[in-house]
Nanobody
Framework: EVQLVESGGDLVQAGGSLRLSCAAS????????TGWFRQAPGKEREVVSC????????YYGNSVKGRFTVSSDNAKNTVYLQMNSPKPEDTAVYYC?????????????????WGQGTQVTVSS
């Protein structure tokens, strides 16, 4: 059974920090790309990042570039999203997803395995 489980969402003050986790199981982790996405109420889904699990090459969306960092522990099949200097506009439900091919990692994708999401709220 394929599973992706996000955790770590919380209430955080602007300028603080938070780390989200995505624990994956049920597939060959190194053959996939992990995406982080977010969606705020009334807003379209956004790509936060797309990471090649095998070699760590990572793309960041413009809105988070320079503030958020993706890392992983491949032995644990886990990908992390380190959120530094979060802003109120970062408030959203954050999802991770796994894709067999990198190009499936896009805001409009209908592909992949998805987690349940975790709420991040940034207060000013």
């Amino acid at each position: 059974e394929v599973q992706l489980v996000e955790s770590g969402g919380d209430l955080v003050q602007a300028g603080g920090s938070l780390r989200l986790s995505c624990a994956a199981s049920g597939f060959t982790f190194d053959d996939y790309t992990t995406g982080w996405f977010r969606q705020a109420p009334g807003k379209e889904r956004e790509v936060v990042s797309c990471r090649h699990n095998s070699d760590g090459r990572t793309y960041y969306g413009n809105s988070v570039k320079g503030r958020f960092t993706v890392s992983s522990d491949n032995a644990k099949n886990t990908v992390y999203l380190q959120m530094n200097s979060p802003k109120p506009e970062d408030t959203a439900v954050y999802y991770c997803a796994a894709f067999r091919y990198y190009y499936y990692c896009s805001a409009t994708t209908s592909r992949g395995y998805w987690g349940q999401g975790t709420q991040v709220t940034v207060s000013s």
